[in-house]
């Protein structure tokens, strides 16, 4: 018993002890991060300002594809969570999540909001856990393939996305058909006798690794219960990314960058892969460098990278938190008009006493004047 005490508090000292360290080293890259920005964006403004007054329409192009890969990832959030979330549950959901991915790195915020809100539907926190979980996995795979498909492009053209292609369709071939393998050997062996029950760990004992397979087990038992929900998360990853692409070509293309929009999609996804390895929130920072770097891989200029990245940027970091504002007010003026709905139906109501104040002030007819 003391031992197991003992483990116990050394675990929790230690998770302390690292999430301590995550905060130290947190505060001191958003420090780097606001001392870079007071350098370098004064020296930007004068670019952007000018790139502005050439195309004043940028703007608000990239805040429609921005719209258009919100609802791309909006419609995958409600295809995997169908029973626990509605359209505007998903819609608050991602909204939520993505203005909590200000605060919190790394994804950690929009996770917990996505969880909170499938717990609020009805869903316990395994199943929460779980569709979170393969809606990461997505991600994920959206990511690496954005990183693959547009080093490819950048370097070999359409020669290396054909690779790219054949690699991949070799790859998930072979997979399944050694998942189809394993499954028919671990099948034919004879099922052992059940082991005695052991007393499993708890969660603060549990490491790394531990929980990382247990996580893996869920999202593998999910898409094998139901594959269709991982083809819409991933579907619904790889349209958002492009959306995000298309506007970020676009942005660079209306401000005068000389490279096409294919080269400018695949700068955007090969610079958000880079970026998402480094835990800032909302990669600032990280997203900035990557998108700069493949933009003057792509062949642009410093000077013009610049003004693209920061307004692109700009506009994807401001986005959310408007709508979030909208959405806030629009919950408060549906409450209040329903308030006042219920106050003019109750002053309506006709009072309990009425009936009986009625017949004080006129009774009914007698019997005989009734009859005659």
Known sequence: MAIEERTTTQARRRAMFCSTRRVVGLLAVLAILVVVGL???????????????????????????????????????????????????????????????????????????????????????????????????????????????????????????????????????????????????????????????????????????????ATARDVVAAVRARPVLALAALAAQLAAATCLATGFALAAVGFGVEISIGVGMAAYLAGTALSAATPTPAGIGSAETALIGALMLAGAGLGEALPVVFLFRAVILVAPVLAAAVMAAAWVVIRLLAAARARRRTGRTPHALLPAVVLAIEPDPAPDAATS
């Open 39 to 213: 350098v370098i964006v004064p020296s930007v403004l004068p670019n952007l300002i000018s790139a502005m007054r050439s195309n004043p329409y940028v703007p608000l192009m990239v805040a429609l594809f921005w719209i258009l890969a919100t609802t791309a990832s909006i419609a995958g959030k409600r295809a995997i969570a169908a029973g626990h979330l509605t359209w505007s549950g998903a819609a608050t959901a991602h909204i939520g999540g993505t203005v909590a991915n200000r605060v919190v790195p790394a994804g950690v915020g929009a996770a917990g909001v996505f969880v909170a809100a499938l717990c609020r539907g009805g869903a316990t926190h395994t199943a929460a856990a779980g569709v979170v979980a393969l809606w990461a996995v997505a991600g994920g795979l959206a990511h690496g393939s954005g990183l693959l498909l547009g080093f490819a492009w950048l370097r070999e053209g359409w020669s290396g996305l054909l690779t790219v292609a054949v690699v991949a369709t070799v790859l998930v071939v072979a997979v399944r058909l050694l998942v189809r393998r394993l499954a028919a050997r671990r099948a034919a062996r004879p099922v052992p006798d059940p082991a005695p029950a052991t007393a499993t760990t708890s969660p603060i004992q549990q490491t790394k690794l531990q929980r990382l397979r």
